[in-house]
């Protein structure tokens, strides 16, 4: 059973392309994450959407736009790719929004921009 | 700034040797924690939280942190390290909707 699963694993892609990340979450669970984790290893989290609905937006590029069509699902695309945008994006969900509820995340996905 | 600092960036450690790794924030008021681990090539799973009570939690796999409210410290523990243990290692901070993670620690554990 999977709980939090992303598609593709891996995205290899050219310069200036768009693409998108599609994540989906078993767990009925009302909140998602999409988090960037760099070639260092570190996690920062771009967006979270709680019943369909942007709750966080951070500093990121407006060439990355989330879309939440239902509580299950939350897909990233992202447009006109840049090197810099390669990395491993995670998707993760919780139960409610609130500081106790901790997150489970998906596989990621591996994208490399070339 | 608000911050995690994870202030090991890399630990090698022989099988049964003894783990601390070190986590501060620097977060005003009521936080909750957490300590998540990736193994190679896997994604974030969850080892222990604190949210109030005892602030010495025990989480899977033998590990354990210490919450230290004055220290602004939770630091992870585990008394005899093992080859499987091999992972990336990150606290995390939440607020309310928002979690901040640490720079991460990597453990390589020697056979």
């Known amino acids: 059973d999977t709980a939090v699963s992303q598609t593709p694993k891996y995205l290899v892609t050219q310069m200036g392309n768009d693409k998108s990340i599609k994540c989906e979450q078993n767990?009925?669970?009302?909140?998602m994450y999409w988090y960037k984790q760099d070639s260092k290893k570190f996690l920062k989290i771009m967006f979270s959407?709680?019943?369909?609905?942007?709750?966080i937006n951070e500093t990121v590029p407006n060439r990355f736009s989330p879309k939440s069509p239902d509580k299950a699902h939350l897909n990233l695309h992202i447009n006109s790719l840049e090197l810099g945008d390669s990395a491993v994006y995670f998707c993760?969900?919780?139960?409610?929004?609130?500081?106790?509820?901790?997150?489970?995340f998906g596989p990621g996905t591996r994208l490399t921009v070339l | 700034a608000q911050s995690v600092s994870q202030h090991n960036h890399h630990v090698i450690l022989s099988e049964a040797a003894s783990l601390e790794l070190g986590c501060n924030y620097s977060?005003?008021?009521?936080?909750?924690l957490f300590w998540y681990v990736q193994y190679p090539g896997q994604h974030l799973q969850l080892l222990l939280k604190?949210?109030?009570?005892?602030?010495l939690v025990k989480g899977i796999k033998g590990f354990e942190a210490e919450f230290i409210k004055s220290k602004f410290s939770f630091n992870l523990r585990k008394p005899s390290v093992q080859w499987s243990d091999t992972a990336e290692y990150f606290c995390?901070?939440?607020?309310?909707?928002?979690?901040?993670f640490g720079a991460g620690t990597r453990l390589t554990v020697k056979p």
């Open positions: 977060y005003g008021g009521t936080v909750n």
């Open positions: 995390a901070v939440k607020m309310w909707d928002d979690m901040r």
């Open positions: 993760a969900s919780s139960q409610g929004r609130g500081p106790y509820n901790e997150q489970f």
């Open positions: 604190y949210f109030s009570g005892d602030p």
């Open positions: 767990l009925g669970h009302d909140t």
């Open positions: 959407y709680n019943n369909k609905e942007l709750i």
